[in-house]
């Protein structure tokens, strides 16, 4: 059991939500220590509030009344947030959200995502078009 509780542990360490809060640092032992501390809280909260949703939900209510249903995307948000620091990454973020917030309400669930994640290469084709215009790509690169 505490092997198995130590492989969910690493898995947690090693998603995508330890990896954003800590790639921002700077200094090897500042990341290491980043990466540590947000994967062993997230693994402990995570289970905490996992248990007290299993044990206590239905003493919520309704979640939209909360904003509940609103938590996700704005943690992923505050997450992505500080790793957007050229034009082009925010570019491509606003492409994605614009394509998925924008054909919501006329596509199949699950769809607007699939294309939003085509936001990526639309601009950065876009992006290497103007720097061909530009002339500062070399002829044959």
Do not use: C
């Amino acid at each position: 059991m505490v092997r198995d509780a130590l492989g969910v542990g690493v898995a947690v360490g090693l998603s995508g939500f330890a990896f954003g809060v800590t790639s921002a640092g700077s200094g090897l032992s500042l990341l290491q220590t980043g990466f540590l501390v947000t994967g062993l809280s997230l693994y402990v909260l995570w289970n905490l509030t996992t248990l007290l949703g299993a044990l206590g939900a239905d003493a919520i209510g309704d979640t939209k009344a909360w904003g509940l249903d609103a938590a996700g995307p704005a943690v992923f948000l505050a997450l992505l947030a500080p790793m957007l620091r050229t034009g082009t990454e925010r570019a491509v973020a606003a492409l994605a959200v614009l394509l998925g917030l924008g054909l919501l309400p006329v596509l199949p669930a699950g769809v607007p995502v699939l294309v939003a994640a085509l936001a990526a290469p639309l601009v950065l084709w876009a992006h290497g078009r103007g720097i061909a215009s530009r002339g500062d790509v070399e002829e044959g690169r």
